[in-house]
């Protein structure tokens, strides 16, 4: 019997430095909000969705592409770009068949460190798509990176949540050494039946409540609402 592949939770970027990502599969998590709007977005029938780490770029990518142009910095909309990076924002009668080009505070940043570590294929995750990533990480086979964003380099709950989640679903399948990987999973096991109240304790609620965004957080933690894989190919997140 062959081994098992390795699965391990990177709780910030600044630890990716840390990891080999060469041979894995990243998964990037942002679940307040970036990779449940892309979820959202695809699911709803865009062409692609354009990740993009600085404000400039996407702007110019918007104008190139003739895309809808996202994203925030610190929860809100940035002067210059059309959007915001609410998934309610992208419902199938405005995105459908549309390229969304996106810039966020982490998740959009930690893909493209990802990416230029040499990670063999990046995807992204989030509650609303949690069955379609769990399905893909044990089809592969590959060793597995759990990336969570966190909230500028600090550590932040809702993403280890969703990477103990992942890793309550497929441990079987994967050899875990790894106390990151451990802690996420049993504070998933103890908060997943309680997950809207629990997350109305996290610094990131907080944050993004006091823009009126409560219905949005709840979304982002609701599983298998937009159940597609965003896989990166080629400078874009389509559909897998």
Same mark, same amino acid.
């Given at each position: 019997?062959?081994?098992?592949? *390795? ?96 810039? *966020? ?15 063999? %294929?990046?995807? *992204? ?9 769990? %399905? ?35 441990? %079987? ?68």
């Amino acid at each position: 019997m062959s081994a098992k592949p *390795t699965l391990y939770t990177i709780l910030s970027p600044r630890l990716l430095d840390i990891y080999d990502v060469s041979d894995s599969v990243v998964v990037i998590i942002d679940v307040f909000r970036a990779t449940s709007t892309i979820a959202t977005a695809l699911y709803n029938g865009a062409k692609r969705v354009i990740p993009v780490d600085a404000v400039d770029k996407c702007i110019e990518i918007g104008i190139q592409t003739g895309g809808i142009t996202a994203g925030e910095r610190d929860g809100k909309i940035i002067p210059g770009l059309a959007h915001g990076n609410s998934p309610a924002e992208y419902p199938r009668s405005f995105v459908e068949g549309k390229t969304l080009v996106l810039t *966020t505070t982490n998740g959009t940043k930690l893909l493209h460190m990802a990416l230029n570590k040499g990670a063999s %294929e990046v995807i *992204t995750g989030s509650f609303p798509n949690i069955s379609a990533v769990c %399905e893909y990480l044990v089809a592969q086979n590959k060793n597995v990176i759990l990336g969570c964003s966190a909230w500028k380099d600090r550590f932040n709950l809702e993403d280890a949540m969703f990477a103990g989640a992942v890793i309550h679903r497929i441990k %079987e399948h994967f050899t875990i050494h790894c106390d990151s990987s451990l802690m996420a999973a049993d504070m998933y096991g103890l908060h997943q039946n309680d997950m809207h109240q629990f997350i109305r304790r996290t610094t990131h609620w907080h944050r993004l409540a006091s823009y009126g965004l409560e219905s949005d957080l709840e979304y982002c933690v609701t599983p298998d609402m937009a159940n597609v894989l965003p896989i990166y190919k080629n400078g874009d997140l389509v559909c897998g």
